[in-house]
């Protein structure tokens, strides 16, 4: 995706092994755009954690800033900044560790298993529901709440998690889908004026999250 990027003109830089985009055109204008209207970006490179088995519906307190998603019964994603990765892939151990053998906890890295895609904006919403059969609106999907959903065939989860007063949401597919899930979600916000947006505007928009 990044490699894709760049051909196009945007500035891509290495974050942690990960090729990420830096900015398209400048941050102050990515963010603009955000903040009024809708725009997307890769966080494919932040830390995912598989936590299944044992009680894994009920995960001890993790970082502040760690997204927890349940899947189905015994199943839970959980997802964090990359700066905390090692203190929550520490407390994921040891809680697993604490389970005994009769409730085996087993957790796994599955960064690379899965894109993630930011849509954030105050028209996300009319983004989202133009991607999938949801019901994108604060009282069907709330702030820290997760959906599983289709977009146009392909299996994804969609959990939403607000930048502070910003509407946003994580979309996660297959990292085989990747590519097509951006020129996907991409289409669906033109009439929104969608922008796509690095890692500076990101992570200025990240500050704002309690």
Known sequence: M??????????VVVDRDWETVSHYTSPEEELEAVRRSVGLAD????????VRGGCSDTLPELESKAGIWPQRPGETLVTCPPESEAAVREQLDR??????EDATVYVSDVTAIYTALLLAGPESGTVLERLADIDASDTALPNLDCVQTGIHHVHAMVARQDLGPLPACLIFAGREYGEWLWD???????????????????????AARP
């Open 2 to 11: 990044a490699e894709r990027c760049a051909q196009s003109g945007a500035t």
């Open 43 to 50: 966080l494919s490179r932040i830390p995912k954690f598989d």
């Open 95 to 100: 809680y697993a560790s604490a389970a005994g």
């Open 184 to 206: 996907t979600v991409m289409f669906a916000g033109v009439s929104c004026g969608i922008r796509p947006f690095g890692s500076k505007a990101q992570q200025i928009l990240e």
